[in-house]
């Protein structure tokens, strides 16, 4: 049996961010990553690779200073398969539940650092521990983009952890991981848990279910419900509908065109309605609605900001 097999075996994931000085040692590995904004959060990549230390080198681990682990801050992790003793893969997300919703323009990403400590197996003698990392710090607004496919596979996330901080309400660590990752890819299509992971984090958000109308075949029903005050909303349909006509009891509602013909409806209330406030609409497409209805949900704030 190699000794490299240690590195594979003993792995385990420990978020460790006392507010003294840590540094990596032969079982510890110190990760840095941004943390994340309010109402927001950051994905890190990881590999680790275990590498001989060249003659007359002496094997050293890196040196990393660990901060406080910011209030209200969470880390959640997820190992890849590993498929070599000597490289082992696998994600960390951070998130930040805001104390309370808030719209307008969007919070800028936070300057300080938080470490974690992944815990392994004593490094071989003449050994070292080599350190990747990929980062994407507050994915829900401009981000650098992270594919985190080539870190673990959806069959991992059995294994998911939630290594440090609060449990995010309603929302469960394998949809955390799965969420952000999705919300870390370069100009992300809307994806089905987004609503909900943006409300695990109190950021703004809005759902719109649709059940299929009982009187006419073309018509789709639905309730619309946001986690803040709103002014106005809107609806993007999909590349293969468009609108042929809309109902909104409680104000106006107008067709329009973006991407393709009709494919845009503005429901406008007539009194702005507070956060959690039922607004019932009716929608008629071409052709008739199918069963997954890929539309876009749009809600305007009190200042006019979409969101």
Do not use: W
Request: charged share 15%; glycine share 10%.
């Amino acid at each position: 049996m190699r000794r490299a097999l240690l590195l594979a075996l003993g792995l385990a994931l420990v978020a460790a961010a006392p507010a003294e000085a840590a540094r990596s040692s032969a079982t510890r590995t110190a990760v840095r990553i941004a943390s994340p904004a309010s109402a927001n959060a950051t994905v890190a990549g990881f590999e680790l690779d275990l590498a001989r230390v060249p003659k007359k080198k002496k094997a050293h681990a890196s040196a990393g200073l660990a901060a406080a682990l910011p209030k209200g801050v969470s880390i959640y992790a997820v190992l890849g398969k590993q498929k070599r003793s000597d490289r082992v893969k696998g994600v960390l997300v951070a998130v930040k539940r805001a104390g309370a919703v808030a719209t307008g323009a969007s919070v800028g990403a936070a300057a300080r650092k938080l470490t974690v400590n992944l815990k392994h197996a004593a490094v071989p003698k003449g050994f070292t521990l080599k350190l990747k990392l990929a980062e994407s710090a507050d994915v829900l607004g401009r981000h650098r983009a992270l594919a985190c496919g080539s870190y673990f596979k959806a069959a991992d996330l059995a294994g998911a952890e939630r290594l440090s901080g609060p449990a995010l309400p309603g929302i469960t660590m394998g949809t955390v991981i799965q969420s952000a990752c999705a919300a870390a890819k370069r100009n992300p299509a809307p994806f089905p848990t987004l609503g909900e992971f943006r409300t695990a984090l109190n950021a703004p958000s809005g759902a719109l279910p649709f059940v299929l109308s009982t009187q006419f075949p073309n018509e789709v029903d639905g309730t619309a419900t946001f986690n803040y005050g709103v002014r106005a909303l809107g609806v993007l349909a999909d590349k293969g509908h468009q609108f042929t006509a809309c109902g909104f009891a409680a104000g106006t509602c107008a067709i329009s065109s973006t991407a393709g013909p009709n494919d845009y409806v503005l429901f406008t209330l007539t009194t702005p309605a507070p956060a959690g406030t039922a607004l019932p609409v009716a929608l008629a497409t071409a052709p008739s609605p199918s069963k997954a209805l890929p539309f876009q949900l749009f809600g305007f704030d009190s200042g006019n900001h979409r969101q």
